[in-house]
């Protein structure tokens, strides 16, 4: 998913994540010290990145209410048995592993990554389920952007620059980090910035 772009017009739909960087340090303009990250002018591209999430908080409490219904049916013929006691925690135990896996789900979905790219700067700005957040800047002149093909996952998407290399939709499909690269090298094209470097 993406909000429009800088230059007005909408940007193509991308998602990306794991800015895993420490807080840069802030360049000094003028005599005085101003963050990468405060500045106001319009971007030539913003993209607002998040991790999909197959179910809306409504469509999660339904799915539970179907699984616990599916789950305790079986033990309508067998209340008042010692059999279902000794079944009960079995799958009691079921139905809260699958309450936390959409709890942790929902958690995850929290994680908000920015990017923003001007002429001569380009930030990414990732905001953990926690609040941790981790930030990372260059100059789009000298940076390096990737799309490896045989690396730990499939088309694993990054950018190198200010001396460090982040990684760029992580958590997405190879389709969606493919479709972040096409955008990226499309507006780094339009500044004349950086080419893809060879895997």
């Known amino acids: 998913m993406a909000r429009p772009g800088g230059d ?23 005599g005085s010290e101003e963050s990468p990250f405060d500045r106001a002018d319009p971007p030539v591209l913003s ?3 998040w991790p999909n999430r197959s179910l809306t908080p409504q469509g999660s409490a339904g ?18 048995t010692a059999a279902a006691w000794a079944l009960l925690p079995f799958l009691a135990g079921m139905l809260l592993a699958v309450y936390a896996a959409i709890r942790r789900s929902f958690a995850d979905g929290r994680l908000v990554e920015e990017l923003r790219l001007w ?4 930030t ?24 490896l ?18 990684e760029l939709g992580a958590f997405l499909s190879p389709e969606e980090r493919e479709q972040v690269h096409a955008d990226l090298r499309a507006a780094f094209a339009r500044l ?3 080419r893809p470097a060879a895997p």
């Open 8 to 30: 007005g017009r909408p940007s193509e739909p991308a998602r990306h994540g794991g800015a895993g960087d420490k807080p840069a340090s802030s360049p000094r303009r003028g």
């Open 149 to 166: 093909e045989n690396a730990r996952i499939e088309k694993y998407l990054t950018l190198e620059g200010n001396g460090r290399e982040i």
């Open 192 to 194: 004349g910035a950086p």
């Open 124 to 147: 990414v700005e990732r905001r953990e389920p926690r609040g941790a957040v981790r930030r990372w800047h260059a100059d789009p002149n000298w940076v390096r952007l990737r799309l």
């Open 47 to 49: 993209l607002t990145l």
């Open 119 to 122: 002429p001569d700067l380009i």
């Open 63 to 80: 799915f539970l209410s179907l699984f616990a219904v599916c789950l305790f049916i079986p033990l309508l013929p067998l209340l008042g």
